[in-house]
């Protein structure tokens, strides 16, 4: 998975649980943008989202 922009990485890492280097995330077993990835980035930036309230 290819990111960019503030907070990307951090998003990225938390998400998949991943390490991601140079803007670039592997992403092991995934297979589904819509079964796999939206709903984890979503969760993620919900919860990053509580976290600063």
Do not use: C, H, N
Not at 21 to 45: C, F, H, N, Y
Request: net charge negative; hydrophobic share 45%.
């Amino acid at each position: 998975m290819l990111y960019w922009g503030s907070a990307a990485e951090e998003v990225a890492s938390r998400a998949f649980s991943v390490t991601p280097v140079d803007g670039v995330a592997v992403l092991p077993g995934v297979v589904s943008r819509k079964k796999q990835v939206i709903p984890a980035l979503m969760e993620t930036l919900q919860r990053m989202q509580e976290e600063q309230e």
